[in-house]
């Protein structure tokens, strides 16, 4: 059955190129949203299997869209993979106790990024 | 020890008559029997007849109630069967004759009810009733559409036909006036209705009424009702029966009273006409019968209610009272009655207990009259026995006491009927005889003792008397007495001791007294008796109590020991004074450590010596009595001739002290001084020698220590290296002398004592004045109040050195009144140095411990604080006074007191020196402050760990810089990972050949690809500027331009863009010439105006100003002054630190140098308040995304504000959000020498 991926980044070149990745190179179906409000909004509607998720973001960043997400009974079982340019300790840290399934690094190689995710969620590919 | 119940009986009664004793035992118990049964008798009855009582009446309640049930159901019945006739088509309420014979026939049928029944909706009424009291006695009411208020009144014939109109009435519309029509109509249903006029009549009915409907309509056709006149009511309550005293009462639930069996009138008729007259029902309070009137009231009192009888509501069960009428026991039942047609009353039933208890108490009375008959009979039967049986027996005790009173002729008859009491009789005569028998021998025996005892008291030489014991009153004395006191018989009988004033103590009289009542006797008792003519004879006094004449009578017997009695009394004052003195003597010589000896002169023997001999010699007091000259022995071999001469000079009668050695037989070596004096006779000859002999070796040795201590000392002294001792004293008219000064003083003070003791105040040559003077004042103060002497003075050495004593003495006043210091003076100055060093030393270390810029803490091992300095009580918010009363484990936080502890632990089992330690501390503020502490050991002098002595260093400022570095890590690292990520997604992209055949796509890849090169190669370089910047490695080249020129290059440069946003750009040029880098403040014109046009909407307009500020040679110009609205916010940046930022502007406020302003104002978003400063920081823009919306590296505020502190001037913003924000920017204009100064700068 396709996935369903949900990509949120403000960043609209990297929703691009990760959105070409997840539909051109697995085949899957993505969806994308600019911010962590509109993020959140597309969680509450569509049936995903993962949200790929920036950290640094206006308004509402990576970490509070992910206790949101965790707050609401509707998404709080939405696997959450993070995709971040941050490379501090500190961060790391608070990604561990978001209990998020993974953690992509940018910048990440766009053939082959699909697969990380199929990786860190378990899917047979 | 407890008395047995049984004795205290015994002794309680005793005497009774035998006719009691006979009598009582029988008739109480009988008395008992009958009481007790009369009361069970009279308590059984009383038991019976109360249940018998609450029995009856609940049984005539429950009769009432299923009587009076039966009674009401009729109407409902009657109802009933109408409406069913109606309902199955046997009666047409319509035809008229038929309704009226049905009627008829239903009145017949029923006895009990009084009326029945119908109206029609269309006012059609029709009713049959019967009225007793008349004849005939039934009647036809009649009314009919249209005038239903015209009422017809027939004479019913006896088989219902219609008779003569007896009377027509008005103004009863029974649809209206009447309440059973209006309850039927209403409910629809079957019911009572409440109490109402009976037609036009002065009584009340009741009414049951029920509706009929049209079953295939369900139209109402009518209501049938019935009446029962609530007369009847009574009167069947009446007949009922219960009691002749008895009630029953029916009331509803306010206690209006509806029906009573006593048939007295329950209502009062009042205003009103015909049909419609008002009446009111009487309540139960109201009564016309007192026994109702009384329940009534009983049951309100009961309930405490006072106006109603409310709690009749609450009586929804069954309850049961007694209630007293007239002091008669009344048995009272209420029970509510309700039906289902809404009756809901209470039926009160009342009956008196003397209804039925009458019979009972009858018989009762009958009982209790036989038992006491009965008791009666017994008693009297029972006197009359024990008369009889008593009168002998009374009889033989009367004799028998007149027998014991002396009347010996008491003889008893012995015939009576009875044996025992013939036996009885018999046996007492034959008593009686011997008794007298007895008697006869007694009385001769006594009158020859009696004789015998009057011989002897008349002849007997000692002297007598007989008298009474209660009083002493003298009966009878002999010959001897009278001679013996000098009185006259006739003066003595009759009168007592007392009277005649014998007793010389009335002391001893008691004491006689007190021996008689406790013996009854009294041997040879000494006593001074006193005669008639005063002398005081001492007498031995014995006595005896005996009866005499049946009166209790004293026999006194007197010796006379006066004489014998003067004689001992001498001897033993004599005896009693020689004593008391020997025993004088003999303490004081015995107890007196000096030998004291008495010795004949004649024959030299010794008369007396003390026991001190044998103390002092060490031999025995004996062998010197037996040879006087045998202490000579003891004599030190020494001093023998000594002693020997001297006692030649005693012999020659002198007195002589001498002192001398002796030796005791253990060889030990005694001290004697000896004090001999001689006794000698009026003609001068030596009677005897007497002398004290005392032991002085103790004061001997002490003597010969003392000398032995002087030498010492002065050896002392004369030895002291670096010093001298002396006696100083002061003697009142002479003055201040040495008496004493060891050698010392010439090594010390270069004098030699001789001098110094002839001349005091040569030793006042090497002092100092003012020295000199202190010590006079404290000598002077030591010889008011002989206060010990300290002090520490200067001489001068023979070399003109400096030399340091240290003086003390301590004074003692002698008997003389001299005063004396024994002192010592010693050389100091080696500890004068030293002292100095030290407190320079230690000044060098307070001076370092306070001015260290770290914190310094000294704690004990225990934690406590010992010393703190300024830097530390800074970092802690804490005065020195409040940490020295607190621990290091206080203001250290929680979490990292552990490790302090481990720390100072492993210091003090000596595995490591001293410690390191990040730790923090909480303030007295409360404020946590991150601190780098080394931490070691200071030691005692026995190498025991005496204080832990800590470093502390603030590191607030270092830990800031690390997290502002690792922020800007990543920062950056999120700026440049962020386009490289779209970079290599959109190239990794295009690589994989995915877009191959789709090229629009691989297009917007590449632009991808470009867009974020650009944006990474401007952040690169925007990086590099402004690194370049501050780090000063690329030197801003100044020159002269005009500002015009500037502000035109910029607007050249930004016009492409600012007409692609369609914003129009106005610029107010200021031409003058200005020294500074063009390029770079046409960069930061550039970089303001791109934001500004950035950050507009189309259509707006971006201005751009320059402004000539302040003056030459004049103050700080506008800006220092310059308003700033309430509304506008504002910032600037420039040269200063922060903290001077925040200061009121004033920029170069001591230099009043001109400036140009620069200002860039645009009309978009605005910047919040909050933002205004830190828009100038690294990477720090409003929104995150602008960089990617408007392009922006988030450097470019940052270069900005460097170029313009490099030139010396300030940077900052004010904003309207949402309305409008501006730039300024200031740069100095330099002229003389800042000119020359800037010139060399740029080189």
């Known amino acids: 059955m396709t996935k369903r991926i949900l990509i949120v980044d403000d960043e609209e070149d990297i929703r691009d190129v990760v959105r070409v990745s997840i539909e051109e190179f697995a085949g899957w179906l993505a969806m994308t949203a600019a911010s962590g409000g509109e993020g959140l909004q597309i969680a509450r509607t569509e049936v995903l299997d993962v949200i790929l998720m920036d950290i640094s973001m206006p308004d509402m960043d990576g970490f509070q869209m992910c206790e949101a997400l965790k707050a609401d009974t509707q998404t709080q079982n939405i696997p959450v993979v993070v995709l971040t340019a941050k490379a501090l300790q500190d961060d790391s840290d608070r990604f561990a106790k978001l209990d998020v399934a993974g953690v992509i690094t940018k910048p990440f190689n766009p053939i082959t990024v699909w697969r990380q995710v199929a990786e860190i969620m378990d899917w047979s590919i | ?1243």
């Open chain 2, 1 to 1243: 020890m407890p008395i047995a119940p049984h004795r205290i009986f015994r002794s309680s009664i005793t005497n009774l008559p035998l006719r009691w004793v006979l009598t009582v035992p029988f008739i109480l118990p009988t008395i008992g029997a009958v009481v007790v049964v009369g009361y069970l008798a009279h308590r059984n009855d009383q038991v019976a007849v109360e249940n018998l009582g609450h029995q009856l009446v609940e049984e005539t309640n429950a009769r009432v109630t299923q009587e009076l049930k039966e009674y009401l159901q009729t109407p409902i019945l009657i109802n009933r069967l109408n409406v069913d006739a109606v309902s199955q088509g046997l009666l047409d309420v319509e035809n008229v004759s038929a309704l009226e014979s049905t009627l008829f026939y239903r009145l017949q049928q029923f006895e009990q009810v009084s009326a029945v029944f119908f109206a029609t909706p269309q006012g059609k009424f029709r009713l049959v009733d019967r009225l007793p009291e008349l004849h005939p006695a039934l009647y036809l009411v009649i009314a009919d559409p249209p005038n239903p208020e015209q009422i017809f009144i027939y004479r019913l014939n006896s088989d219902g036909s219609p008779g003569e109109l007896i009377q027509t009435n008005e103004g009863l519309d029974v649809r209206y006036d009447r309440p059973w029509y209006q309850r039927a109509v209403a409910t629809g249903q079957p019911g009572w209705n409440p109490i109402s006029q009976y037609g036009s009549l002065e009584f009340l009915t009741l009414d049951a009424s029920q509706p009929v409907y049209d079953r295939a309509t369900g139209q109402l056709l009518g209501v049938f009702a019935v009446h029962i006149r609530l007369d009847y009511l009574s009167e069947f309550l009446h007949g009922l029966n219960i009691s002749r005293d008895g009630r029953v009462i029916i009331m509803d639930q306010s206690g209006a009273l509806i029906a009573t069996s006593t048939r007295e009138q329950l209502h009062q008729f009042g205003s009103g006409t015909d049909y419609h007259r008002q009446f009111v029902q009487r309540n139960i309070v109201e009564s016309q019968d007192d026994l109702t009137r009384s329940l009534g009231e009983y049951l309100r009192d009961r309930t405490g209610e006072l106006d109603a009888l409310d709690a009749l509501n609450e009586l929804d069960e069954t309850q049961n009272f007694d209630f007293r009428y007239n002091g008669e026991l009344q048995y009272v039942k209420i029970k509510p009655h309700q039906d289902q047609y809404g009756l809901n009353w209470r039926i009160v039933t009342v009956i008196p207990k003397s209804h039925f208890s009458k019979a009972i108490q009858d018989n009762a009375r009958q009982t209790l009259l036989l038992c006491l008959l009965t008791l009666a009979t017994a008693v009297l039967l029972g006197m009359l026995a024990a008369d009889k049986l008593t009168a002998r027996l009374a009889q033989l005790n009367r004799a028998s006491q007149k027998l014991a009173a002396g009347n010996l002729d008491q003889r008893l008859p012995t015939d009576s009927i009875v044996y025992e009491l013939n036996g009885l009789a018999k046996a007492f005569n034959q008593m009686a005889d011997q008794l007298q028998q007895s008697f006869d021998r007694i009385q001769t025996a006594l009158e020859e003792s009696e004789e015998k005892f009057t011989i002897v008291f008349r002849t007997s030489p000692d002297p007598m008397a007989i008298a009474t014991l209660a009083e002493g009153r003298m009966l009878e004395v002999n010959d001897s007495l009278l001679k013996f006191f000098g009185y006259a018989r006739a003066e003595m009988v009759g009168r007592t001791a007392l009277e005649l004033n014998l007793w010389c103590s009335l002391v001893q009289r008691q004491h006689y007294r007190a021996l008689l009542q406790r013996q009854r006797s009294v041997r040879n008792l000494e006593t001074q008796l006193r005669t008639k003519s005063g002398e005081i004879k001492t007498v031995l006094l014995s006595a005896e109590i005996r009866t005499l004449e049946g009166q209790d009578c004293l026999i006194v017997a007197h010796r006379d020991i006066t004489e014998r009695a003067r004689l001992e009394a001498d001897r033993k004052t004599t005896e009693n004074a020689l004593r008391e003195s020997e025993e004088r003597f003999r303490q004081i010589a015995e107890n007196i450590n000096q030998l004291f000896f008495v010795r004949s002169a004649e024959t030299g023997q010794f008369l007396y010596i003390s026991p001190a001999y044998e103390k002092i010699w060490g031999r025995t007091c004996e062998s010197l009595y037996q040879d006087p000259d045998s202490w000579l022995e003891s004599l030190h071999p020494d001093d023998r001739l000594f002693v020997l001469n001297s006692i030649q000079t005693q012999t020659q009668g002198s007195p002589t002290h001498r002192e001398y050695r002796i030796l005791r037989p253990s060889g030990e070596v005694r001290w004697i001084a000896a004090e001999i004096s001689l006794i000698v006779n009026k003609t001068g000859q030596t009677l005897s020698y007497t002398g004290f002999a005392e032991d002085i070796t103790d004061r001997k040795q002490t003597e010969q220590a003392l000398q032995e201590r002087e030498a010492m000392l002065r050896a002392i002294g004369d030895n002291l290296p670096k010093g001298f001792i002396y006696q100083r004293v002061y003697e009142p008219g002479k003055g201040f002398y040495y008496s004493y000064i060891s050698a010392g003083i010439e090594r010390l003070l270069g004098l030699k004592p001789e001098t110094v003791l002839e001349n005091p105040k040569a030793i006042r040559g090497v002092g100092f004045a003012e020295d000199l003077a202190h010590a006079d004042q404290v000598i002077q103060e030591s010889l008011m109040h002989l206060t010990p002497v300290e002090l520490q003075m200067r001489n001068r050495t023979i070399n003109g050195d400096i030399q340091w004593s240290s003086i003390r003495s301590t004074p003692r006043r002698l008997a003389d009144g001299r005063i004396v210091w024994d002192g010592i003076e010693v050389d100091i100055t080696d500890l004068k140095r030293a002292e100095a060093a030290l407190r320079a030393s230690e000044e060098q270390f307070r001076r370092a411990f306070d001015d260290a810029p770290t914190g310094v803490s000294l704690v004990r091992i225990t934690g406590q604080f010992v010393k703190v300095n300024a830097r530390y009580c800074d970092l802690l918010g804490y005065t020195e006074a409040e940490l020295l009363l607190m621990t290091f484990q206080e203001i250290t936080h929680p979490a990292d007191l552990d490790k302090d502890l481990e720390g100072l632990q492993r210091m003090l089992t000596g595995e490591i020196d001293s410690f390191q330690l990040e730790k923090r501390y909480i303030t007295k503020q409360g404020a946590i402050v991150p601190v780098l502490m080394h931490a070691a050991l200071i030691y005692d002098p026995d190498g025991q760990p005496l204080y832990s002595v800590g470093h502390v260093q603030d590191i607030r400022d270092r830990l800031k810089v690390e997290r502002m570095k690792e922020e800007f890590i990543s920062v950056v690292s999120h700026e440049l990972r962020t386009p490289l990520t779209s970079i290599r997604g959109a190239l990794g992209i295009l690589g994989s050949g995915v877009f191959d055949d789709r090229p629009e796509k691989a297009k917007h890849m590449l632009q991808i690809a470009i867009n974020n090169s650009d944006r990474l190669v401007n952040l690169v370089n925007d990086i590099l500027n402004l690194e370049r910047l501050k780090s000063g490695k690329v030197q801003l080249v100044r020159e002269q331009c005009q500002v015009a020129d500037l502000m035109h290059q910029a607007i050249d440069s930004v016009q492409p863009i600012a007409d692609q946003a369609e914003i129009t750009l106005s610029c107010i040029p200021l031409f003058t010439i200005l020294w500074a880098a063009p390029d770079a403040i046409i960069q930061t014109l550039i970089n303001l105006l791109s934001n500004a046009i950035k950050f507009s909407s189309a259509g707006g307009t971006v201005w751009l100003k320059a402004e000539m500020k302040g003056e030459w040679g004049v103050g700080s110009g506008e800006i220092e002054n310059r308003e700033v609205s309430k509304d506008a916010a504002y910032t600037r940046t420039g040269t200063t630190t922060g903290k001077e930022q925040s200061e009121p502007l004033s920029f170069h406020s001591s230099s009043p140098a001109p400036y140009i302003l620069f200002s860039i104002k645009d009309q978009g978003r605005g910047i919040p308040q909050d933002k205004l400063e830190i828009i100038f920081e690294q990477f720090q823009q409003v929104d995150v995304s602008d960089s990617r919306k408007k392009g922006g590296t988030g450097l470019g505020l940052v270069i900005c504000k460097n170029i313009v502190q490099q030139h010396g001037g300030q940077i900052w913003a004010e904003s309207r959000l949402g309305e409008e924000s501006t730039f300024y920017f200031t740069l100095p204009l330099l002229v003389g020498d800042d000119h020359d100064k800037a010139d060399s700068d740029c080189g």
